[in-house]
């Protein structure tokens, strides 16, 4: 494929995800309709079929390109997560990264409240990027284990069990930030909690 016809390719493509996004938003997954994507961004029916076989490889689709273009972002900034306080600035900056990001909290609203998915669409969805979903915790696990091993933290506490309770403090701040449930501000609340946890499992140097 020439370069010019693949570049054109990719941004039909980009065009689509994009449109999609905003539709399920406003309507919901199960009420939005390949032609109303397409009218959405002057094209046909056909030339979103051209690109994805059903909806469910669409939301996949979606999910990955904003996962992953998250995660890009964030890995410019070069953290060092050799240390409590390096993981403690890592969870800050992507709660700072969500906070900056309206169209990713947007994503976030669609994807956390999975507005009328079936459970089949959910799971034929999360087949398609399981690697991505469990990457963050084992990393997360990964990361804290260092530190247990490096005594920053106490070796009392089961380091699955600390991985499961700070992904439930991450994702029930994020729930409450971006359906506007609580007047909080992520980056403030969600540390506050991690303090809360970390400094009763730190190992104070003597």
Not at 169 to 198: E, H, N
């Given at each position: ?81 050799n240390s409590l306080r390096g993981l403690r600035e890592a969870f800050r900056r992507v709660a700072v990264s969500v906070e900056s990001d309206p169209e990713y909290c947007k994503f976030l609203f669609f994807v956390i409240f999975r507005m009328e998915w079936s459970e089949i669409v959910a799971e ?83």
């Amino acid at each position: 494929m020439p370069r010019r016809t693949k570049e054109e390719a990719e941004h039909t493509r980009e065009a689509i995800l994009s449109a999609a996004l905003e539709l399920f938003y406003e309507k919901g997954f199960s009420r939005t309709t390949f032609d109303e994507i397409a009218k959405r961004i002057n094209l046909t029916k056909g030339a979103v079929y051209w690109h994805f076989r059903n909806k469910v490889d669409l939301l996949a689709a979606i999910m990955r390109d904003k996962i992953v273009k998250k995660r890009a972002k964030l890995a410019l900034q070069d953290i060092e997560v050799n240390s409590l306080r390096g993981l403690r600035e890592a969870f800050r900056r992507v709660a700072v990264s969500v906070e900056s990001d309206p169209e990713y909290c947007k994503f976030l609203f669609f994807v956390i409240f999975r507005m009328e998915w079936s459970e089949i669409v959910a799971e034929n969805t999360f087949i398609q990027i399981r690697e991505l979903l469990d990457s963050p915790r084992e990393q997360l696990k990964e990361r804290l284990t260092f530190l247990q091993k490096n005594e920053e933290i106490t070796s009392k506490m089961n380091v699955a069990d600390l991985t499961v309770l700070l992904t439930c403090l991450w994702r029930g701040c994020l729930d409450a930030y971006v359906s506007k449930k609580c007047p909080l501000k992520l980056s403030v609340t969600f540390m506050q909690g991690f303090d809360l946890i970390m400094n009763g499992l730190k190992v104070e140097k003597k």
